[in-house]
T-cell receptor
Framework: DVKVTQSSRYLVKRTGEKVFLECVQD?????MFWYRQDPGLGLRLIYF???????EKGDIPEGYSVSREKKERFSLILESASTNQTSMYLC???????????FGPGTRLTVT | AQKITQTQPGMFVQEKEAVTLDCTYD???????LFWYKQPSSGEMIFLIY??????QNATEGRYSLNFQKARKSANLVISASQLGDSAMYFC???????????FGKGTRLHILP
């Protein structure tokens, strides 16, 4: 079974803190993705990585950065968390050219 | 630009009835794929079904079928004989075959009533 894990299910941080969200997959997938999910807006792509140290901006990259030092791990970084970054964050992975993405359980982040 | 539209924010359906969740899409790519994902209240995204733009037949997976009408650019999900466990958020999504990124619709929340 493909497994995508995320470091926390729930996280509460203060405004201005640096926040790291970690995602690990165990299927040797080349592609990894970070999405943000908000009510009424669906899933929006923040960043995408197609290889180690390679990244591409998604639709809403402002306020976020990413790191992919190893193939199995993709980190989302909020350099200075703000209240408008309170959201559900979903990580996914896939093979290149594959139509199915496998999702992690999500991290619900609250910034106060 | 690609776009997915789900016009039903919420639906209430009686148990055992069939359900149709609407999805229309827009793309200029000649080759693409369409998907549906289910998200229960626990939050995980569950892949349900896939339809390729060149597939001649509508995709089916158990109680799920995708009603693909290419000329109308629609990809509706049909759930036969609904069950209480089908209550969830459902997302329609699309991927151009030249790209590994998927775009999602805003979702439809389905409530199955006993």
């Amino acid at each position: 079974d493909v497994k995508v894990t995320q470091s926390s299910r729930y996280l509460v941080k203060r405004t201005g803190e640096k926040v790291f969200l970690e995602c690990v997959q165990d299927m040797d997938h080349e592609n990894m993705f970070w999405y943000r999910q908000d009510p009424g807006l669906g899933l929006r792509l923040i960043y995408f990585s197609y290889d180690v140290k390679m990244k591409e901006k998604g639709d809403i990259p402002e306020g976020y950065s990413v790191s992919r030092e190893k193939k199995e791990r993709f980190s989302l970084i909020l350099e200075s968390a703000s209240t408008n970054q309170t959201s559900m964050y979903l990580c996914a992975s896939s093979f290149v050219d594959a139509y199915e993405q496998y999702f992690g359980p999500g991290t619900r982040l609250t910034v106060t | 630009a690609q776009k997915i539209t789900q016009t039903q924010p919420g639906m209430f359906v009686q148990e055992k009835e069939a359900v149709t969740l609407d999805c229309t899409y827009d793309t200029s790519d000649p080759s693409y794929g369409l998907f549906w994902y289910k998200q229960p209240s626990s939050g995980e995204m569950i892949f349900l079904i896939y339809q390729g733009s060149y597939d001649q037949q509508n995709a089916t997976e158990g109680r799920y079928s995708l009603n693909f009408q290419k000329a109308r650019k629609s990809a509706n999900l049909v759930i036969s004989a609904s069950q209480l466990g089908d209550s969830a958020m459902y997302f329609c999504a699309m991927r151009a075959n030249r790209d590994d990124k998927i775009i999602f619709g805003k979702g439809t929340r389905l409530h199955i009533l006993p």
